[in-house]
T-cell receptor
């Protein structure tokens, strides 16, 4: 069975600074990888996905993520954070054609 | 298309009562999923449908839970004899079927259940 670890529970970053969120997965084959964002009391919005091909993927809102097979990682980055990026971020892995497995999430706080 | 919708958005009930939630998927999606999210955790898979057939149920889905998708469009999730441990956000998602597309799931806003 696949699993996802997000080592950072909470990250605080200054507005305009860069952001990197870590994600490690466990799965026997090449997984489908996703990053979702969730604002308080809301559902999940897909930021970006990796299925195959180029290991650096671009998403919405200026986010990008890099798939590193050797490290079983799929870290999310943004060069310059805006106050509106404050939210909870979830990494997810898809396999077996139907079920997504999520990490516990990283809460991002943006200070002025 | 307005995306996945869920109703109600919030539900407060007393322990022992039954509750039912509804999910309307994206119209061209034939797969529909239910997840549960408790505070401070990521969503956990409960069950999924392809058209009207329920194809998989997690062991998290106890006998008090039942889900239906009678016409392959909207779905309902019913919880009977609610317990305080059922308090959570219930998320619905939909996707196309097969391969990578099945994993690209679009989520609704969720139904927040509070059991007193």
């Amino acid at each position: 069975a696949q699993s996802v670890t997000q080592p950072d529970i909470h990250i605080t970053v200054s507005e305009g600074a860069s952001l990197e969120l870590r994600c490690n997965y466990s799965y026997g084959a090449t997984p489908y990888l996703f990053w979702y964002v969730q604002s308080p009391g809301q559902g999940l919005q897909l930021l970006l996905k990796y299925f195959s091909g180029d290991t650096l993927v671009q998403g919405i809102k200026g986010f990008e993520a890099e798939f590193k097979r050797s490290q079983s990682s799929f870290n999310l980055r943004k060069p310059s954070v805006h106050w509106s990026d404050a939210a909870e971020y979830f990494c997810a892995v898809g396999a077996n054609d139907y079920k997504l497995s999520f990490g516990a999430g990283t809460t991002v706080t943006v200070r002025a | 298309d307005t995306g996945v919708s869920q109703d109600p958005r919030h539900k407060i009930t007393k322990r022992g009562q039954n509750v039912t939630f509804r999910c309307d998927p994206i119209s061209e999606h034939n797969r529909l999923y239910w997840y549960r999210q408790t505070l401070g955790q990521g969503p956990e898979f409960l069950t999924y449908f392809q058209n009207e057939a329920q194809l998989e149920k997690s062991r998290l889905l106890s006998d008090r839970f039942s889900a239906e998708r009678p016409k392959g469009s909207f779905s309902t999730l019913e919880i009977q004899r609610t317990e305080q441990g059922d308090s959570a956000m219930y998320l619905c998602a939909s996707s196309l079927a097969g391969g990578a597309a099945a994993n690209e799931q679009f989520f609704g806003p969720g139904t927040r259940l509070t059991v007193l």
